[in-house]
Every structure is written in structure tokens, then in C-alpha cells.
């Protein structure tokens, strides 16, 4: 079972502002990316089109905050950790980290959190929520606070 996954990504010219900051709207972009490539990793559906499976996770919160900037070129390390898991929701927390030589710095430049709840078809053409499936449960697991946790 995975409680933690990380994905690398570089700051290119298109996601900053006039100052070659990154833009705050790419933060929730680069989250999405890692949650995806989480899923992806463990065989896991992000949505699905079957009847009477799992539709997908729709966002119930999306939080940011920022602590140091990111710049065109800087090369980041983008850490999701497990939260907790609810009977129909996840919260996925997410940590921003610079790299160098391919380490992460000690430094957070911005941690966020999105919260998802497991939907299906309602039988009206509309979505409610559904307890996570035993399949899912089984591959995640909630990461030890102390890895997300800083001082």
C-alpha cells in the first residue's frame, strides 16, 4: 500500500508572470499532475465511463499557501502525501520543493491540499457520492503525519 508519491517538474516561461514568478493558478495545475500520476501508478482509474463504477473525485476544497517563489527554470519537486481517507472522500496534502542536483531542498516554498470526493452515476444523469471502493482502499494507504509534518 502507498501512502506518498513525488513528481518532478521545471517552471517553463508560460507558467509565470511578468516578474518570471510562477503564476499562483499553477500550483492547483501541478497538484492535479501529481494526483493523476498517483493514480496512474497504481493501476487506479481517475474517472471512468463503465456503468456502475466509479465516476470520478470532484473537488469539495483546493487550498494553497506560499511561503518562498518559484522561477522559470527552477526544477521542482512536487511530494503528495495521503492525509486521510473518509468513507466517500480523500485528502491528498501536497508539498512544492526546489531541487538541486536532483535533491530535494529542506525548504517548502508552498504546501496545498485538495479534498475529493468518490462520485458515481446517480441513475438521473447526475453524480452523488459513493463509499471508496474495497479496490482502491487496498493500494492506499494514509502517510505517518510525521513525514508531512514540518517544525
Known sequence: MVSEFSITRTVEFAETDMAGIMHFSNFFRWMESCETAFYRSLGLPLISFVPGQVVGWPRVNATCDFRAPLRFNDTVEVRLFVKEI??????????????????????????????????????????????????????????????????
Open 86 to 151: 473518509r468513507t466517500r472522500a480523500i485528502v491528498l496534502l501536497f508539498q512544492f520543493r526546489k531541487t538541486t542536483k536532483g535533491k530535494a531542498d529542506p525548504e517548502i516554498c508552498a504546501q496545498g491540499e485538495i479534498t475529493a470526493v468518490c462520485v458515481t452515476h446517480d441513475g438521473k444523469g447526475g453524480m452523488t457520492a459513493a463509499p471508496i471502493p474495497e479496490t482502491f482502499r487496498a493500494k492506499v494507504r494514509i502517510a505517518p503525519k510525521a513525514a508531512w509534518t514540518v517544525e
